[in-house]
T-cell receptor
């Protein structure tokens, strides 16, 4: 696609429910990144994919968070048993490939998750 | 561990004037990149300017320029001839060389532009 696409744009869910957030990267971009932007916390790195594998999951805040990527394209971030502290904007970015110099990460418009 | 600090939570500038946003960072790496990203209300992060650590010359992009002081680990953004459309959150970010999507962000500076 022309840019990084994320869906849904906004999601309101009840505490304890599971949610899935989707990211469709720019066509041909093999590297994909998830970030969380919380009020007062800034942007935190969550996980990155190179192709379908996730060499760095260090930022996932708990085992309720997981992510997968299939076909080297679309990625899904899943949050199980959501808590109010999970409320944030979840941003996805993609780039040509990890390790390439002079590449740029392009961001989507994010999913605003509200847990009530 | 690498850190990025933006000490100005909010800044204001008059339209057509110049404003400078501050950023300091800490790293023991020699190969790294520094970035300024703009985030308007649409939430999409837009790359404003990028600086490679091994390049001594300060990067410029039209009205945007940086003052990169490597020894002081300082990376400020100057916006000249400010426009109403420049109003946004501005984030300073760091990445290791070859990992330009794996970014460490500062907490941001909210820039207001007064007509």
């Amino acid at each position: 696609g022309a840019g990084v696409s994320q869906s849904p744009s906004n999601k309101v869910t009840e505490k304890g429910k599971d949610v899935e957030l989707r990211c469709d990267p720019i066509s041909g971009h093999t590297a994909l990144y998830w970030y969380r932007q919380s009020l007062g916390q800034g942007l935190e790195f969550l996980i990155y994919f190179q192709g379908n594998s996730a060499p760095d999951k260090s930022g996932l805040p708990s085992d309720r968070f997981s992510a997968e990527r299939t076909g080297g394209s679309v990625s899904t971030l899943t949050i199980q048993r959501t808590q109010q502290e999970d409320s944030a904007v979840y941003l996805c970015a993609s780039s040509l490939r990890q390790g390439a110099r002079n590449t740029e990460a392009f961001f989507g418009q994010g999913t605003r998750l509200t847990v009530v | 561990a690498q850190t990025v600090t933006q000490s100005q939570p909010e800044m204001s500038v008059q339209e057509a004037e110049t404003v400078t946003l501050s950023c300091t960072y800490d790293t023991s790496e020699s190969d790294y990149y520094l970035f300024w990203y703009k985030q308007p209300p649409s939430r999409q992060m837009i790359l404003v300017i990028r600086q490679e650590a091994y390049k001594q010359q300060n990067a410029t992009e039209n009205r945007f320029s940086v003052n990169f002081q490597k020894a002081a680990k300082s990376f400020s953004l100057k916006i000249s001839d400010s426009q109403l459309g420049d109003a946004a959150m501005y984030f300073c970010a760091y990445s290791r060389g070859g990992s330009q999507g794996n970014l460490i962000f500062g907490k941001g500076t909210k820039l207001s532009v007064k007509p």
